[in-house]
């Protein structure tokens, strides 16, 4: 939540985080017939207690992430908030440490979660969901890391239909079907939406360059290199050079990224089968 406020009050991120779900959720939104289930993910106890038991009303769903612990620290940890919080939200634990493609040590991948400390961890904790390494990597932008769907299977006969799949990106797309039969009622996506996102803002803004700059600054990036000198020719031959309100505002940005952010997940609700879903359910109602 730190990173919806500029200032870092993870508490005061919240409160803008709900704020605007208030609005969107409100009687006069186009969106109000719409079920909202916020999800606070990745919040850790020793940090983050204030907002997950203060807020956990507020969310469906929390993970409670030990992870980072010793194994038998993480149960303790887990097992403890989940007790404490029984009943008020659903909570999501993991089973070990999902490796993060920040990070230079990848020693960790590839060693998937054993079908017995899946047992072990949802046994001794009462986590509603369990999320295990399946061979998968955090905020995955073009590793080898890659999703290993018979250590899925084989925790899901342990423990159940009960997982949840962090890295998403490590997944093949002809993979992305079977996921929901491997035992996962949940997955996170979170890296592929901000790397689409960012790419089309980037080539709204490479598209409009000769609306954003005007000509001494263009001349000044291609004399730097930055840029090629045939932008100018083809400032030349369309609209004058220069910056348009229409173009720098913040409205081309935002529906460039809202319209590929938007794409990406039509294309994971089609791979998942959401739409055959929704058309059964439309046929029920008939």
Not at 43 to 64: N, T, Y
């Amino acid at each position: 939540m730190t990173l919806l406020s500029h200032s870092g009050n993870p508490l005061l991120g919240n409160q803008l985080m709900f704020s605007d779900l208030a609005v969107f959720a409100g009687k006069d939104s186009p969106y109000r017939q719409l079920r909202i289930m916020p999800h606070l993910d990745h919040a850790f106890p020793w940090r983050d207690m204030d907002v997950l038991v203060q807020w956990a009303g507020k969310f469906a769903s929390v993970m409670c992430d030990a992870s980072e612990k010793p194994f038998d620290e993480n149960i303790q940890i887990t097992a403890e908030y989940v007790k404490r919080m029984r009943g008020k939200v659903v909570v999501e634990g993991a089973v070990d440490e999902i490796p993060d493609n920040s990070r230079l040590d990848k020693s960790v991948i590839g060693d998937t979660t054993t079908p017995e400390q899946a047992k072990r961890f949802k046994k001794a904790t009462g986590v509603d969901i369990l999320v295990p390494n399946v061979g998968t990597e955090h905020r995955a932008t073009g590793s080898k890391a890659r999703y290993n769907p018979k250590a899925a299977q084989a925790i899901r006969d342990a423990v159940g239909s009960i997982l949840c799949l962090h890295g998403t990106s490590s997944v093949a797309h002809e993979m992305l079907p079977l996921l929901p039969t491997h035992g996962f009622v949940k997955i996170n996506i979170y890296t592929t939406l901000a790397v689409h996102g960012g790419q089309a803002v980037a080539r709204n803004v490479l598209s409009n360059l000769t609306q954003i700059f005007d000509e001494t600054q263009l001349r000044s990036l291609a004399e730097s290199g930055v840029i090629g000198p045939a932008i100018l020719a083809q400032g030349a031959q369309g609209a004058a050079i220069g910056p348009k309100l229409s173009i720098v505002a913040n409205p081309p940005r935002r529906d460039a990224w809202f319209g590929a952010v938007r794409d990406r997940c039509m294309e994971f609700l089609d791979a998942l089968g959401y739409r055959k879903f929704a058309s059964e359910i439309k046929e029920k109602k008939a």
